[in-house]
């Protein structure tokens, strides 16, 4: 870093860094690997822990950590934040444009722009000077909550635009502007979020918009930040500069505000241009055919009037606009009966109660099966065998029951009683004080067994190229496997006994196989497929005990003092290694040649072994680090970190706010240190 100009070179970085998370969260397209991309971070955050005074709120690294707040402050929308009347078929659109046409004949020759209506939260953005200052919910449409904080957490939101890029330069925006957008969540994101959650145990989510919704409203941003929440930007509410408010500079159509948005470097959905309004008519078919397809929840489409102008003179009925409707899908909720509720064995045992219906057809699809989420969620809605329940389907998440209708009740349907054994290998089942789930805990279990082999195999695990769940499924019922270490020892003679194995297709197995022997020890502990251990947990395992011997002689304490990892992980690990069973399959994949090692990053070469020896504690809020960065950072430099203080404890590094282990250390005697200090334990030791 120069001294003489540093913000000038601080800030060259900042949009380098902009500009690769422009990249990544909204084009999808990166140009740097992650990890580059996190050295980059590191090397702002530490420019900044030791120049605090040079921090804007528009840097990269101003997205989480404010302070929790106790309740949310009412904001004025600069202008009604309105709603959209709805259409259900194309006559309902024709008599809108008939109604309009009598307030303005100009209607009667519009153009239009259709756009997907993406079933999410209304958000409102301003930014003065360029700089995201403000972000509230809708509200009543007149005054909506500020969640400033929480939105700056989601990465696809611009803390600053333009956000840079070569071709512009010639880009004006007024000095408040106020946009409109949708936040939410993508299906994939929702569906690998939910997984985590059951594998920790935890409750799962209904679906992904009362999760983004729930997000939103978080008091405490950093929970915000850990939900998959992402932003599309379609509409200025106001623009406000020198030339007033409605400056000449302004985009006069819709097309031109997407393309305005989009060259800010906003997230925008996608617009299509239509001549006529018949033409955006038939746009609907296209888009209920692609809904199944996407990857995020619409529930119909948005025709707008192309002209800005146009709109405006229109003007409002209620909190409608009268120059945009709302071109809705047909319901994707009906009601059937549920006429049994079955149970599930996942992978870690988990057991997740689904609904047999009574077959309807939802969205031209029948649906025969909806899950029930947990057993809890059965309690807690009252839903009885035999009740007519409410069912919804929306885009590619599987169906779930809403809730029972007890109006409809004849008095014969049955409250439900979860099983004591297992469904499918008939032993007891248990349950953990504070997890919601049940488990079977019979590491025999068929049901087990397959989801346990798919888990195994699967991209994120050990990655079997070609071991689909067809074939683990073909496999298992041939009695090749028993267990997972069973895959290393399979051999071309037996696949070729199989049907629709062919020579070719059983040599590509084996050598998929056989690559996957190479994969790294976090690999291996994640395929395990331990209860709580998922691809982040095991890759502090492995850079923590390096082999799988040292692990499997840990105890839960000596586990617990790793940070991130808690008594339920904890015990669950020391009892995934205390089971015969497993003791057994370790012993197998160790003949078969599968036992990785990792490599230390501790305490590398002289220049990063400053820390060596000594033993770290992180808490409360610090401000030029999150909490992974700051263990890499003391990792790299040779420290260890663990999660709680004890006597053996070298250093505390408190941030703000630092709560009961602050009090431990200071009773301990333990030497309690902040960032500044501790990046100069690195630099001056
Ligand atoms: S335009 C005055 N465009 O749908 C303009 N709204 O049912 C009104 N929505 O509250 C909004 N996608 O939150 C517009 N492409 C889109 C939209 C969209 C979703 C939401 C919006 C609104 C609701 C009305």
């Known amino acids: 870093m ?26 999808n397209d990166p140009a740097i690997s992650d990890h580059d991309y996190d050295q980059l971070m590191l090397e702002l955050r530490r420019i900044e822990a030791e120049n605090p005074q040079w921090i804007t709120p528009d840097s990269p690294t101003q997205r989480a950590g404010a302070a929790p707040a106790d309740q949310f402050e009412k904001v004025r929308h600069p202008a ?9 078929d194309a006559a309902d659109v024709y008599a809108w444009l008939e109604r309009i046409a009598k307030v303005d004949q100009r209607a009667l020759a519009a153009d239009f722009v259709v756009e997907p209506k993406l079933d999410g939260l209304t958000v409102v953005l301003h930014y003065r000077d360029g700089v995201f200052v403000q972000g509230t919910t809708r509200g009543d449409g007149e005054v909506g909550e500020d969640i400033t904080a929480n939105l700056r957490t989601i990465k696809a939101l611009p803390l600053r635009i333009p956000v840079e890029r070569s071709d512009d330069e010639t880009l004006t925006i007024p000095d408040h502007l106020v946009v409109r957008g949708e936040a939410f969540i993508r299906i994939p994101d929702f569906e690998a979020f939910n997984r985590q959650l059951e594998a920790d145990g935890k409750k799962t989510y209904v679906n992904p918009r009362n999760t983004a919704a729930g997000a939103l409203r978080q008091l405490d941003s950093s929970l915000t930040a850990k939900r998959p929440l992402t932003l599309l930007v379609y509409q200025i509410v106001t623009w406000e500069d020198a030339q007033g408010v409605l400056g000449a500079r302004q985009p006069a159509t819709q097309v031109e505000t997407i393309q305005y948005l989009q060259s800010l470097g906003f997230p925008t959905p996608e617009s299509d241009y239509y001549r006529t309004l018949a033409e955006a008519v038939a746009a609907h078919s296209h888009w209920s055919e692609r809904r199944a397809n996407l990857d995020y929840e619409i529930d119909g489409m948005v025709i707008k009037i192309n002209n800005r102008q146009l709109v405006v003179d229109l003007g409002v009925v209620g909190k409608d606009p009268r120059g945009a409707i709302a071109f809705k899908f047909p319901a994707q909720e009906v009601t059937t009966q549920l006429l049994e509720i079955g ?49 919804k389907r929306a885009g590619d998440v599987i169906p779930y029951i809403i809730g029972p209708m007890p109006a409809a009740r004849r008095g014969d349907e049955c409250p439900y009683v979860p099983p004591e054994t297992c469904p499918a290998c008939s032993q007891p089942v248990e349950h953990l004080a504070d997890e919601v789930a049940w488990y079977c805990v019979n590491a025999a279990c068929p049901a087990q067994l397959i989801r346990n082999l798919e888990h195994f195999v699967s991209r994120g695990a050990m990655d079997i190229v ?103 992980i904890a015990e669950a690990i020391v009892d995934w ?12 994949l160790r003949a078969a040649g599968v036992w990785p090692k990792a490599e230390s990053t501790d305490g590398e070469g002289e220049p990063h072994a400053r820390l060596e020896g000594l033993i770290f504690v992180a808490t409360g ?21 663990t999660g709680s203080v ?29 960032e500044q200090e501790l990046r100069r334990l690195v630099d001056d030791a």
């Open 343 to 391: 149970v599930n064995v996942g992978r870690t045992g988990v057991l997740t109660p689904y609904a047999v219906l009574d077959p309807v057809e939802i969205g031209g699809v029948t649906v025969r099966q909806a899950t029930l989420h947990n057993f809890d969620y059965i309690f807690e809605k009252d839903i009885r065998v035999g009740d007519r329940v409410r069912v």
């Open 466 to 568: 070609g071991m689909g769940i067809k074939i683990v499924e073909q496999l298992v019922e041939a009695g090749l496997l028993n267990d997972v270490a069973d895959i290393y020892t399979l051999r071309s003679r037996s696949l070729l006994t199989l049907e629709r194995f062919a020579d070719k297709k059983a040599q590509n197995l084996l050598e998929a196989i056989r690559v996957s022997k190479q994969q790294p020890l976090e690999r291996l502990l994640t395929a395990l497929g331990i209860r709580g251990v998922g691809e982040v947990v095991a890759a502090d395992l492995a850079q923590h005990y390096l082999d799988l011997d040292a692990l499997a002689q840990s105890t839960t304490e000596q586990l617990e003092s790793i940070e991130g990892i808690g008594p339920n």
């Open 80 to 88: 009604p934040i309105l709603s959209l009347a709805n259409a259900f």
């Open 646 to 674: 004890s006597g053996k404890t070298d250093y505390l590094v408190a941030g703000e706010k630092a709560g009961s282990k602050l009090e431990k250390a200071k009773s301990l005697g333990v030497r309690v240190i902040d």
């Open 621 to 641: 809020k610090l401000s030029g680090f999150t909490r992974q960065e700051i263990k890499k950072y003391i990792q790299s430099h040779g420290g260890r970190v």
């Open 2 to 27: 120069n001294n003489t100009h540093p913000p000038e070179q601080l800030e060259k970085l900042r949009k380098k860094i902009r500009q690769h998370n422009y990249r990544y969260y909204v084009l």
């Open 577 to 588: 290694f205390e089971r015969p069973s497993n003791q057994r399959v370790l012993s197998k």
